[in-house]
Nanobody, 120 residues
Framework: QVNLVESGGGSVQPGGSLRLSCTASGSGFIVVGMAWFRQAPGKQRELVAGLKTGGSSEYLDSVKGRFAISGDFAQKKVYLEMSNLKPEDTAVYSC??????????????WGQGTPVTVSS
């Protein structure tokens, strides 16, 4: 079993910054990708930023230039630096890890989520 624990969420004023952290724990697994998703009230969950083995990354268009994802897959950690936060960034942010299975596929694991509120 793989457990993901996020931290770093909170309340901030527009224009502020937050840093989210996520650590995957368990035994006998590797990760080939980690990502941050978010879900705002009444909206579908969306990919905010993703990081793959080798260092390639992708971002939601609306956060490009404001958010930065980084991580250490050997340590099974991923971070999300968020700056110039806007009210529309308010959501519950969840960490995701992609783990290869013995059958040759991949399985995704999720954290419980950490809330981010951007409001004046």
């Amino acid at each position: 079993q793989v457990n993901l624990v996020e931290s770093g969420g909170g309340s901030v004023q527009p224009g502020g910054s937050l840093r989210l952290s996520c650590t995957a724990s368990g035994s006998g697994f590797i990760v080939v990708g980690m990502a941050w998703f978010r879900q705002a009230p009444g909206k579908q969950r969306e990919l905010v930023a993703g990081l793959k083995t080798g260092g390639s990354s992708e971002y939601l268009d609306s956060v490009k230039g404001r958010f930065a994802i980084s991580g250490d897959f050997a340590q099974k950690k991923v971070y999300l630096e968020m700056s110039n936060l806007k009210p529309e960034d308010t959501a519950v942010y969840s960490c995701n890890a992609v783990v290869p299975t013995l059958s040759g596929g991949n399985r995704a694991f999720w954290g419980q989520g950490t809330p981010v509120t951007v409001s004046s």
